[in-house]
C-alpha cells in the first residue's frame, strides 16, 4: 500500500525508528525504515494514532537536495547532496531522523526539500503500538 502523506494526510514519526541505507535513484529518495510511527491517520481502518509498522519505505519525489548532520566524538559534521540545481520550483520541506544501528556515526538528521512524500507499506506488515 503507497499513501501520499500531503493528500491523504497523515503524519509520521521518524525519531525512534531505525534504518541502515539511503537509496539514491535520479531525483528520488528512499529509506526503509523500521519501527516507523504513524499519526493523524483516519483513512485505513487497521491503522490508528500511535502505531508502528514493523517495515516500510518513506519516499520522496522530486528531490532538489538533501542536507545531513552527525555527531561523532562530539564533532558535528555536516553534508549536502544537490539533485537538483536548476529548478526554481516551491518545494516542501521536511526534516526527519535516520538512526543506523549497523554505524559509529549512530543518529543522523535530515533535511530533504522535495515535490512529494510517500509511505509505502506491504498489506501484511505487523503493527505494533
Known amino acids: 500500500m503507497i499513501f501520499n502523506i500531503i ?8 525519531f525512534e525508528s531505525y534504518s541502515k541505507d539511503i537509496y539514491v535513484v535520479n531525483d528520488n529518495i528512499i529509506i526503509p525504515y523500521i519501527n516507523i510511527e504513524v499519526f493523524m491517520i483516519n483513512f485505513y481502518s487497521r491503522l ?9 519505505y518513506l519516499i520522496f519525489t522530486g ?26 520550483k ?6 526527519i531522523d535516520v538512526t543506523n544501528v549497523f554505524s559509529k556515526y549512530g ?16 498489506n501484511n506488515v505487523k503493527v505494533k503500538n
Open 7 to 14: 493528500e491523504d494526510f497523515f503524519e509520521i514519526n521518524t
Open 48 to 56: 490508528k494514532n500511535g502505531d508502528k509498522l514493523n517495515f516500510s
Open 63 to 88: 528531490v532538489k537536495e538533501m542536507q545531513w548532520k552527525y555527531n561523532l566524538d562530539g564533532k558535528v559534521t555536516c553534508n549536502k547532496l544537490v539533485v537538483d540545481n536548476f529548478s526554481n
Open 90 to 95: 516551491n518545494y516542501l520541506v521536511d526534516q
Open 107 to 122: 543518529d543522523y538528521d535530515f533535511e530533504i526539500r522535495y515535490k512529494e512524500q510517500y509511505l509505502y507499506f506491504s
